[in-house]
């Protein structure tokens, strides 16, 4: 172990706003995934919930194991391009493709195989997503030292996120079944994933093609696997701080994954109309993320993350009682006030953590910190497919050819109930943290 390390000023000639345009590219295609996954091969092609419980319980099982090692072989990469921009040109045209043949199943695909191309093509975009955003997430609070900048790079990356969810989650239910096919094609999901593809790997080779990595990183020694394993696995920050995004991030994903079922079901219109419920809701939270910057800047991160947990919290109950599309939009604006919290502070106190391990050990393994934290990230896709299966224990609902007689209550529940415990669990945690303070901004003496 070494001694403290001195505060980096980081490279400035990296602007906020071109490294922070490369979460639109991330998002695009992963959020299309959350969003569309279970309308496309439950409610669409008819794949049993409980087989789509058990694939996305094998890949939390899966990424436990790739995350850290792919965060770690970031760490250790030494090239004239940095550590993290190799990973991240890999990277794009993969998570691209990957998306592209989720959505284009072949015609005779049924039964055994339409599980192992779900299986095969879903872990393939969540291990690129991986790869991205450990290398992207790491680049945080090596570029942007300083806690205001960074809070200023970080409110414009979660802007950014939050225009590719009004392309990726309102616009995907219109197109896929209006503009390029119908209520019961699959051939608009597959000219959608080209298009969204195609778009998300350019922006993120852009971003990643004007990032300039901190040389003083780029020639920190190299730590060994075991014991950096060991040391995160040690960290109680690890555990806590993770644990309470988990249930964030799960909570979201349920949403996510669940809406466009929510709407035909539970509201039971078309599901053309997630577009009006998804955008109204996605752009009123660009105007809440604007507000809750400034309340990171004066109150501080810790304090905003507490406070929007709470608030996100009892925002699924009025999203509980909507009715049509009206109450569902004015329900879902009270979440969004929630959400955008969470959009302007998680990262930040997470970044914070990093920020206290390269203080304290000497050593620059943001990469498989936040590939550790990426695994608390990717359990809401287990959460997921265990909040599905239940559905059919509980309600009925195993897949589009046998919905139920109480599909409209299932769906209530996944995207409603199941979501504000968590939630609530997680501000109950975060209320019994201390989160470090930016020990870049202000190093130990």
């Not at 400035?12 to 996954?37: E, L």
């Not at 040690?234 to 979201?252: D, E, K």
């Not at 609902?397 to 599909?407: F, H, K, L, R, V």
């Not at 945690?429 to 930016?438: D, E, G, Y």
Request: overall charge positive; aromatic content about 10%.
């Amino acid at each position: 172990m070494t001694g403290p390390q001195a505060p980096s000023s980081g490279p400035s000639s990296t602007h906020p706003a071109r490294y922070a345009v490369g979460m639109f590219g991330t998002s695009i295609p992963i959020n299309m995934i959350k969003g569309s996954i279970v309308l496309f091969y439950v409610d669409m092609l008819g794949l049993d919930v409980r087989l789509y419980g058990i694939v996305m319980v094998a890949y939390a099982i899966i990424d436990a194991i790739d995350n850290p090692v792919l965060g770690f072989l970031s760490d250790r990469t030494r090239t004239r391009w940095g550590r993290r921009r190799p990973w991240l040109l890999v990277g794009a045209p993969v998570l691209a493709l990957g998306t592209i043949a989720l959505f284009t199943v072949p015609e005779s695909l049924d039964g055994a195989g339409l599980v192992v191309w779900f299986a095969t093509f879903a872990i393939l975009c969540e291990a690129a997503d991986s790869m991205i955003n450990a290398n992207y997430g790491a680049l945080l609070p090596e570029l942007f030292p300083q806690e205001r900048r960074r809070a200023v790079a970080n409110a414009l990356r979660q802007g950014f996120q939050l225009l590719a969810l009004v392309v990726s989650l309102a616009l995907t239910p219109w197109l896929t079944t209006s503009v390029f096919g119908t209520e019961t094609s699959t051939e608009g999901f597959t000219i959608t994933a080209i298009l969204y593809g195609v778009l998300a790997c350019a922006v993120i080779l852009y971003m990643t093609l004007g990032v300039r990595e901190d040389p003083r990183a780029v020639h920190a020694p190299r730590t060994p696997f075991l014991p950096t394993v060991r040391a995160i696995l040690t960290n109680p920050r690890f555990w806590q701080i993770g644990v309470v995004s988990a249930c964030y991030l799960s909570a979201m994903g349920l949403v996510l994954t669940g809406v466009q079922l929510y709407v035909r079901y539970s509201l039971g219109l078309e599901v053309a109309y997630a577009l009006y419920l998804q955008g109204v809701v996605i752009l009123a939270t660009v105007g809440f993320l604007a507000v809750w910057a400034k309340v990171v800047r004066v109150k501080g991160a810790p304090f905003t993350w507490r406070l929007s947990l709470v608030l996100l919290t009892l925002g699924f109950v009025p999203l509980y009682l909507a009715h049509d599309l009206i109450t569902a939009i004015l329900a879902g604006l009270c979440l969004g006030v929630g959400y955008g919290g969470m959009l302007a502070s998680n990262d930040l106190v997470i970044a914070r953590v990093l920020d206290e391990d390269t203080a304290v050990h000497g050593a620059h393994r943001e990469g498989i910190f936040l590939a550790a934290f990426g695994f608390f990230g990717r359990l809401s896709g287990a959460v997921a497919g265990v909040a599905l299966a239940s559905l059919g224990a509980l309600f009925g609902y195993y897949s589009g050819d046998d919905p139920g007689g109480q599909a409209g209550t299932a769906w209530r529940v996944y995207v409603c109930v199941y979501p504000m415990v968590l939630a609530g669990l997680g501000a109950v945690l975060s209320l019994l943290i201390r989160v470090p303070t930016n020990h870049r901004e202000h190093p130990r003496l």
